[in-house]
């Protein structure tokens, strides 16, 4: 049977090379300890030199002792190096690998092993891998400019396996619909010949019950494939139940097993028609966010902890329903908790704009290949990403990846992510960022007008750097950044052709000197690097329907707009409807703003009015005069000085019938539009779902100043490798409401198995900020406080087990 060893713990590593390093190999001086995943250098969050983390270094490890027999062979995993690497075992060059998003496996000779059978040890066994972070221009994605950062060293997690010499490899299971009902297929590879006695055991589990078995003797094979009927009634795999079932293979050779693979199935059709994307037959929009896999300070090296969270996030907190795994492979991690939840996902190899000469190509077809063998499983992934993203034609080079992804797994469609119209078509699905939209504009193209046909059409990416909006942008900008993704997303929604819209992207993220905003940081996302939420993460979140959603995109604060114009309000929510109080007086009911946004599930609601009846129940004026009072003071919010002519006579006339003058005007306009003088100011909206109050937020002047602390879980695991949770901060009112203008300095203290990723001082961002712990490997009750530089305290525990 097969041995699966975590090595993750009690690496060295030292950030240099030296051949001595080999010759000397049990040397641990110049070494310090750390723990998979790693980043060869931790960065600041912004304005640091790019080539800081580009050089050479060494990672070592004393392997466990193994007990092993004649006909086992022992193999090291790696899941993923940042970006050529070189394997030795106790100094001899074992074999190398180029490319840093695709995981590799490495054979330790018994011959070179100083460790015999039946458990006799004897002296130390040493793996070192000299890792090659620099952008070298032989590796996808290198070779030109890329904007965003690839970091360095040893990433993702690493195993060490100990496997019988025949065993299946490459397993791939298919689960084709056939006359309303779904088989199950296994395709595998037999490392050795087999003998009659050999047997494969392919058994469905849900949960502990056992939905199917089929037993194929003296391997009676075709094509090394084995069907299973699935006799009892199967629950389809969708967003809402993603229903996974645990496929167990068995290879057994004179009945006494020596191999066996478990992995987890959904049984699910996901087709791209001309008119859109179906999931078991079911037509569904597909609305998205592409996410890089980076972190502040430690980049790519995170453990299941944080994947799991951005997937969550994606899900739960954003509620889109698909996410692009800009531009390469994801974690295992990340897919792992797609499946589970029920994220779809848009996969794609490695690269960016540019194609290298013949040996990258062949490097970037071999990660390809890499990527789908190591994904076919996963039910969420519904497409696989088989061109450069944004690059220029290349027929011999793109034939060969679709024709590569089709032979490996034809039962997925193929797209071709790029950014002009009429580039040759080789895959299924006519991928396209579509960057038409400057906010004035049309929102989308037309497919047919960008692909030249009439075929599958997905939009994977949009916005992005036409609108770098900044969390602590001024609010105007904030909010027409929200409003351009509401506008594409309506585009979406609205046309037949087009599959859906995946948003660029998920969150701020570092990047080159080329690109960005001068610090080293790309502000394209609707999160900040910190995963806090820009107003234009509401336009998503508002989007799903399954818990009530509001955010009101307005500080209620004058000098923060032109001439003092607060202007209309946009409320972003999934509600039926938003009352809106002033000081407890209603004002007005607003409903979504289906006039703009017609095909949105959930439009914006507009507030166009603050003032309801309150002129003519506070005022001296009829009701009539009231409306008309009311309409001229919102004209002249809108206006200024530059009143409609209809507007000035009827001003007149108003001025003579109550003996009025311009200073009584100018009153009425501070008092109900700027709200000058009033003692106090508050609006209340609550959202209404089905006549009910379901959600309510109320703005009004900060009296009252709180430091909130909140974690994305309260518990933490060890279990392969460390764990990690995100702490947030928020500088809050009394309402609740994130003061956007706080940079208070935080300064962070630990007490307890806990350990924090980046420096303990730092300050808040917009009113907000937050930062990642990890597990130490003790357990224990941690105990986090935070201060700021004000004296405002607060205080969290969190339970290591």
């Given at each position: 049977m097969i041995q699966r060893i975590p090595l993750n713990n009690h690496w060295l590593f030292k950030p240099s090379f030296e051949e001595n390093d080999l010759i000397n190999i049990e040397d641990i001086n110049s070494f310090e300890s750390i723990r998979i995943p790693h980043t060869n250098k931790e960065l600041p969050y912004h304005y640091f030199d790019e080539n800081s983390y580009q050089f050479v270094s060494s990672y070592k490890i004393k392997l466990p002792h193994l007990e092993f027999d004649?006909?086992?062979?022992?193999?090291?995993?790696?899941?993923?190096?940042?970006?050529?690497?070189?394997?030795?075992?106790?100094?001899?060059?074992?074999?190398?690998?180029?490319?840093?998003?695709?995981?590799?496996?490495?054979?330790?000779?018994?011959?070179?092993?100083?460790?015999?059978?039946?458990?006799?040890?004897?002296?130390?066994?040493?793996?070192?891998?000299?890792?090659?972070?620099?952008?070298?221009?032989?590796?996808?994605?290198?070779?030109?400019?890329?904007?965003?950062?690839?970091?360095?060293?040893?990433?993702?997690?690493?195993?060490?396996?100990?496997?019988?010499?025949?065993?299946?490899?490459?397993?791939?299971?298919?689960?084709?619909?056939?006359?309303?009902?779904?088989?199950?297929?296994?395709?595998?590879?037999?490392?050795?010949?087999?003998?009659?006695?050999?047997?494969?055991?392919?058994?469905?589990?849900?949960?502990?019950?056992?939905?199917?078995?089929?037993?194929?003797?003296?391997?009676?094979?075709?094509?090394?494939?084995?069907?299973?009927?699935?006799?009892?009634?199967?629950?389809?795999?969708?967003?809402?139940?993603?229903?996974?079932?645990?496929?167990?293979?068995?290879?057994?050779?004179?009945?006494?097993?020596?191999?066996?693979?478990?992995?987890?199935?959904?049984?699910?059709?996901?087709?791209?028609?001309?008119?859109?994307?179906?999931?078991?037959?079911?037509?569904?929009?597909?609305?998205?966010?592409?996410?890089?896999?980076?972190?502040?300070?430690?980049?790519?090296?995170?453990?299941?902890?944080?994947?799991?969270?951005?997937?969550?996030?994606?899900?739960?907190?954003?509620?889109?329903?698909?996410?692009?795994?800009?531009?390469?492979?994801?974690?295992?991690?990340?897919?792992?908790?797609?499946?589970?939840?029920?994220?779809?996902?848009?996969?794609?190899?490695?690269?960016?704009?540019?194609?290298?000469?013949?040996?990258?190509?062949?490097?970037?077809?071999?990660?390809?290949?890499?990527?789908?063998?190591?994904?076919?499983?996963?039910?969420?992934?519904?497409?696989?990403?088989?061109?450069?993203?944004?690059?220029?034609?290349?027929?011999?080079?793109?034939?060969s990846t679709s024709s590569l992804a089709k032979k490996l797994d034809a039962t997925r469609a193929t797209g071709g992510v790029r950014n002009f119209a009429g580039s040759e078509i080789l895959e299924d699905v006519y991928t396209y960022n579509d960057f038409l939209h400057r906010g004035n504009n049309?929102?989308?193209?037309?497919?047919?007008?960008?692909?030249?046909?009439?075929?599958?059409?997905?939009?994977?990416?949009?916005?992005?750097?036409?609108?770098?909006?900044?969390?602590?942008?001024?609010?105007?900008?904030?909010?027409?950044?929200?409003?351009?993704?509401?506008r594409v997303l309506n585009a979406a929604y609205s046309t037949t052709g087009i599959s859906g819209a995946i948003g660029w992207c998920m969150f701020d993220y570092n990047t080159h000197k080329d690109f960005g905003s001068g610090d080293k940081i790309c502000y394209h996302g609707v999160l900040d690097m910190f995963r806090n939420p820009k107003y234009a993460a509401g336009v998503y979140a508002s989007q799903q329907s399954k818990m009530p959603y509001l955010t009101v995109a307005s500080n209620f604060s004058i000098g923060d707009y032109d001439a003092s114009e607060l202007g209309k309000i946009v409320v972003l929510t999934n509600c039926d409807s938003v009352k809106v109080y002033r000081n407890d007086i209603y004002i007005n009911t607003f409903y979504p703003d289906k006039d703009e946004f017609s095909a949105l599930p959930h439009p914006p609601i507009i507030v166009d009015d603050l003032i309801g009846n309150l002129l003519y129940e506070n005022e001296r004026f009829s009701e009539k005069d009231a409306k008309t009072i009311k309409r001229i003071l919102l004209h002249f919010l809108k206006y200024g000085g530059q009143l409609p002519i209809i507007d000035k006579l009827q001003m007149g006339m108003l001025f003579v019938k109550y003996k009025m003058s311009f200073a009584d005007a100018a009153d009425l306009y501070g008092k109900y539009i700027a709200g000058w003088g009033e003692k106090s100011k508050t609006y209340r909206?609550?959202?209404?779902?089905?006549?009910?109050?379901?959600?309510?937020?109320?703005?009004?002047?900060?009296?009252?100043?709180?430091?909130?602390?909140?974690?994305?879980?309260?518990?933490?695991?060890?279990?392969?490798?460390?764990?990690?949770?995100?702490?947030?901060?928020?500088?809050?009112?009394?309402?609740?409401?994130?003061?956007?203008?706080?940079?208070?300095?935080?300064t962070c203290n630990i007490k307890g198995p806990l350990e924090l990723i980046g420096p303990s001082t730092f300050p808040l961002i917009a009113g907000s900020r937050a930062f990642w712990v990890k597990t130490t490997g003790s357990s224990g009750v941690a105990q986090i406080e935070v201060a700021l530089d004000n004296g405002l305290k607060a205080n969290l525990d969190l339970i290591v087990n």
């Open positions: 004649t006909d086992e062979e022992i193999s090291v995993y790696f899941e993923g190096v940042m970006a050529y690497t070189e394997i030795y075992l106790n100094g001899t060059f074992l074999g190398e690998h180029f490319g840093g998003y695709t995981p590799f496996e490495i054979n330790l000779p018994k011959g070179l092993l100083h460790l015999q059978a039946a458990g006799l040890v004897g002296q130390d066994n040493w793996l070192f891998l000299k890792v090659d972070s620099r952008e070298r221009d032989d590796i996808p994605p290198f070779g030109y400019v890329v904007d965003y950062l690839t970091y360095g060293g040893i990433y993702r997690e690493v195993q060490l396996q100990v496997q019988h010499k025949k065993r299946l490899r490459n397993i791939k299971v298919e689960t084709p619909l056939l006359e309303q009902n779904f088989n199950l297929d296994v395709y595998f590879d037999v490392t050795q010949s087999t003998v009659p006695t050999d047997e494969v055991t392919i058994e469905l589990y849900d949960q502990k019950q056992c939905l199917s078995k089929h037993t194929v003797s003296e391997l009676k094979l075709v094509d090394n494939q084995v069907h299973l009927g699935v006799q009892k009634q199967i629950t389809k795999w969708s967003l809402e139940t993603p229903k996974l079932y645990e496929l167990k293979i068995t290879l057994s050779s004179k009945q006494v097993p020596t191999y066996s693979f478990t992995t987890k199935v959904g049984f699910r059709t996901a087709v791209f028609e001309n008119d859109g994307f179906y999931l078991n037959g079911n037509k569904i929009k597909l609305r998205g966010l592409n996410r890089h896999q980076s972190y502040p300070y430690v980049g790519y090296a995170m453990p299941q902890g944080a994947q799991y969270a951005d997937a969550d996030m994606l899900k739960f907190e954003l509620g889109v329903n698909v996410v692009r795994s800009s531009h390469y492979p994801p974690s295992r991690h990340f897919l792992n908790r797609c499946d589970e939840i029920g994220l779809l996902v848009v996969e794609e190899l490695p690269g960016w704009q540019h194609i290298g000469d013949t040996a990258w190509q062949k490097l970037a077809v071999d990660s390809l290949e890499e990527m789908i063998r190591r994904d076919w499983n996963h039910p969420s992934v519904i497409l696989w990403g088989t061109r450069i993203n944004e690059s220029k034609d290349n027929h011999q080079f793109y034939s049309q929102a989308l193209d037309q497919p047919q007008k960008i692909a030249k046909r009439k075929m599958p059409y997905l939009v994977t990416e949009h916005n992005g750097h036409m609108f770098p909006t900044k969390s602590f942008d001024s609010e105007a900008k904030k909010i027409e950044h929200a409003l351009r993704h509401a909206f609550d959202g209404i779902i089905d006549e009910e109050v379901v959600t309510k937020v109320i703005k009004s002047s900060s009296d009252v100043f709180e430091l909130k602390i909140t974690a994305d879980k309260t518990e933490l695991y060890e279990d392969e490798t460390y764990d990690v949770t995100r702490i947030s901060l928020a500088f809050v009112d009394q309402h609740g409401s994130t003061l956007s203008y706080a940079n208070h300095i935080a």
